[in-house]
């Protein structure tokens, strides 16, 4: 039992701790923005502090990123980010681009200094990486084109309508200047349970009309999760029971 405990204890602190290294489909894009030239993310892992994720808009060729557009550089900062928390990424194209939690950078890379969202024909990558060139775990994209002709998923390890979400899926507009996750935030079980959710665009709210979204804030509601004990709890309430039961007969006894 005391082995047990302190196996618990163990798992929690590194739970606490977000000690894992977030996986692919663990930060997934809630909001695009081509107007404004931002995004959000949600988290389905804690983030653990520190954490540095990298963007491109370059197009992915199945084993690199070409050139002519641009990389940005997220740091998560000193705290573990909750699982569930969205974060906003804002005027990812000016000098006073900025995050909602962490500090977000441009990385100048072979010169370009093309940093915008494309209103048409855009893909964005997030992904962990050796740099911002050199990916090794791609966590989502989106695109306002296609993942055929504008910058493929080939070898990322994405998937399209589950982490890499293509928002003119349902050609409400060919090409989309924004597009933002309109499904549950609350309600389900697990974080997993959201991640189909969110990469079903059909749960999306779609830009139809080649609107101005130029202010238009995104949704940073976090999701939440329902408690579900787990079996382990379970387990601890059953003995807590019967400790109790076992003195109470003790006492009559
Ligand atoms: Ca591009
Ligand atoms: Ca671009
Ligand atoms: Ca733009
Ligand atoms: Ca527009």
Do not use: C
Not at 56 to 73: I, L, P, V
Not at 194 to 205: D, E, I, P
Not at 234 to 246: E, N, Q, S
């Amino acid at each position: 039992m005391k082995k047990s405990f302190a196996l618990l204890a163990a798992a929690a602190a590194l739970a606490s701790q977000g000690a894992v290294a977030l996986g692919t489909g663990d930060l997934v894009f809630t909001g695009f923005n081509a107007d404004e030239d931002g995004w959000a993310m949600v988290a389905f892992a804690n983030i653990a502090a520190n954490t540095t994720v990298y963007f491109s808009d370059n197009e992915w060729s199945g084993s690199a990123f070409n050139t002519g557009e641009s990389y940005h550089r997220w740091v998560s900062g000193n705290s573990v980010i909750a699982a569930g928390t969205v974060i906003r990424f804002s005027k990812t194209d000016a000098t006073d681009l900025s995050a909602s939690l962490g500090t977000l950078a441009r990385q100048a890379v072979s010169g370009s200094s093309n940093y915008g969202t494309a209103n048409s024909n855009e893909v964005i990558y997030a992904y962990l990486g050796s740099s911002a060139t050199a990916p090794t775990t791609f966590l989502s994209a989106i695109t306002n084109g296609s993942f055929a002709v504008d910058g493929g998923i080939a070898n990322t390890g994405l998937t399209e309508g589950l982490n890499a979400i293509r928002l003119n899926k349902n050609a409400t507009s060919t090409t989309p200047d924004f597009g933002q996750y309109n499904g549950p935030r609350s309600g389900q079980a697990s974080f997993a349970a959201y991640k189909a959710l969110v990469g079903n665009v059909s749960n999306w709210t779609v830009d139809t009309t080649n609107g101005n979204y130029a202010t238009t804030v995104p949704n940073t509601t976090a999701f939440t999760i329902s408690a579900v004990p787990e079996p382990e709890t379970y387990a601890l309430m059953l003995g807590g029971l019967l400790t109790v039961g076992f003195a109470a007969r003790r006492r009559r006894g």
